[in-house]
């Protein structure tokens, strides 16, 4: 079993930069897949980007793709979301979920831990 927090939210202004962190428990941290999904008020959960177990494949929504980048770093435990050029329409609260031997796959149904989230503002 893994635990996840995330944390980097805040405010910022369009074309601004935050960095997103997603802290886990556990020892085992590397032999999980790791994805980022958002939602905003009144809108439906969606897939953000995604790595695998092995950090070695990444997967990105096309609303995303080119701005962000999503990394791990195993020996801390962590997985970041490095969020530039950020746009109003990025506003949502973010959350991160971990999937055993996972690929960061586009499915929410994949990942069995969810974070609480972090919430990101963009102005405009």
């Known amino acids: 079993q893994v635990h996840v927090v995330e944390s980097g939210g805040g405010l910022v202004q369009a074309g601004g930069s935050l960095r997103l962190s997603c802290a886990a428990s556990?020892?085992?941290?590397?032999?999980?897949?790791v994805g980022w999904f958002r939602q905003a008020p009144g809108k439906e959960r969606e897939f953000v980007a995604g790595?695998?177990?092995?950090?070695?494949?990444?997967h990105y929504a096309d609303s995303v793709k080119g701005r962000f980048t999503i990394s791990r770093d195993n020996a801390k435990n962590t997985v970041y979301l490095q969020q530039n050029s950020l746009k109003p329409e990025d506003t949502a609260v973010y959350y991160c979920?971990?999937?055993?031997?996972?690929?960061?796959?586009?499915?929410?149904?994949?990942?069995?831990?969810w974070g609480q989230g972090t919430q990101v503002t963009v102005s405009s």
């Open positions: 979920a971990a999937d055993y031997m996972g690929w960061g796959t586009v499915g929410a149904h994949h990942y069995d831990y």
């Open positions: 556990g020892r085992t941290f590397s032999s999980y897949g």
């Open positions: 790595i695998s177990w092995s950090g070695g494949i990444t």
